[in-house]
């Protein structure tokens, strides 16, 4: 009996099979993601402001090139930034990719200075080919974080010393299902359809050394409702060993439906009694519409060169705010958010038989202006700048899997306000495994 792999073609149901079983532990560990980043994945005062600290969208292929993704495509990487990507996936491969990161940031307002740390686990996706020409894609992104804790104090002769102590928990995740199409040669299409939910909490409570009656405020934020992001890339050789990409991707702006409560807890110190006043408003947050392009251009399959700009319309959303004991929905707190991103990524040989040929080494920078207002005033603008590599797994099972490593350095400030200074690192991981081949038995 004569034992030998054969690649055969796989019909639809071959795929609901294989998949029925290994997608179900796929989102056993996006569960377990959710739970590891609504732990906090930052420690930014900034993240009091909007929906938070918005997270970088980006998987493994493209961390180290700052977040660039608009106009890429592998076969062999998952791209959630344009859901068009997802038509390059080859017939045989399942893909698996899922992030860690941990970070050190320093915080520095005047002459003060502190140091923060964290580390989370940020996302798991997958995706497979389902039909010609069709890819699949799945998993579980984060969208906003909220973690912040510090204190503000007041010392006056005639009223004392006030402490005001702010924290916040929460942000935003997202679950999605994508499906890009190459409807053409050279033209792809896509959608991503999600579902983004979370919690926001926010508390201010005051503390004073003479006044008997203080407010607590609570705020207390929930969200659930569908995101959907569309995207289109239109991929052209040119000549024999390059290739053109240019991408776009357009993000449906909505009203969330949700409910915002505000808590008004007036304590008497003297009598110990509380007395707690309720405050809600309705359709209190609202998704902007956004869009982006990108371009990648790509070199005899060593060098990839690409660039991404981003626009998204926060400025005409409200917030709800609490201003001259009123909480309702408020205008100006936002404005609009433009981000450019630009990277490469370098390969020495892909066809050599050395180990050392296929390693990627990528390098990346970007600028981001906030997306939210400070007393009026514009907040912290965003410089990052990126490096890493991809190192290919090779053993006697795999020789397709990647270990990605890269380091970036994040710049957060504004004039009068405080500097943040983040180095990042993030660790990825993408399983890329043929699943669908078959065991021929002669």
Known sequence: MKITLTVLPFSVNDVYRIMSYKILVSLLIAASAIDAWAQGGTK??????????????????????????????????VNTLNPASYSSV???????????TGQTTQF????????????????????????????????????????????????????????????GSGGLHEVFLGVGWRVLK???IGVNAGYLWGSIDRTVTPTSTVATNTLTKIYKTSIGS?????GVQWEQPIGKKDRLTIGAVLGLGHNLGNESEMLIIKKNSLSSLNDTTPKRVGDAMALPMSFGGGVAYSHNRRLTVAADFSYELWGSEKLPAFVNGDYSLQSGLLKDRMKVNGGL?????????????????????????PYYNINGVEGPKELTVSAGVALPIING??????????????????????????????????????????????
């Open 44 to 77: 930014s005062p900034y993240s009091q402001f909007g929906v938070g600290v918005l997270s970088d969208a980006s998987q493994s292929m493209s961390r180290g090139m700052n977040g660039v993704g608009y106009a890429l495509r592998q076969g062999n990487e």
């Open 90 to 100: 080859d017939s045989l491969t399942m893909l698996f990719d899922m992030g860690l």
């Open 108 to 167: 520095k307002e005047g002459n003060v200075k502190r140091n923060a740390s964290l580390a989370s686990f940020e996302y798991v996706v997958g995706a497979f080919r389902a039909w010609k020409n069709v890819g699949v894609t799945f998993g579980v992104l984060p969208y906003s974080s909220v973690g912040y804790d510090y204190q503000l104090t007041q010392r006056d002769a005639a009223t004392g010393t006030l402490t005001e102590s702010y924290s």
């Open 186 to 188: 050279p033209l792809s």
């Open 226 to 230: 569908y995101k959907l992001d569309f």
């Open 345 to 369: 990524d370098f390969v020495p040989n892909p066809e050599g038989n050395k180990w050392a040929q296929h390693i990627h080494y990528r390098f990346g920078a970007g600028y981001a202006t």
């Open 397 to 442: 099972y795999n020789n397709r899997s990647v270990l990605h490593i890269s380091g970036q350095w994040v710049r957060t400030s504004a004039q009068d306000f405080m500097t943040e200074n983040t180095f990042r690192i993030n660790i990825g991981f993408t399983f890329n495994e043929r699943w669908f081949m078959k065991w021929k038995v002669d």
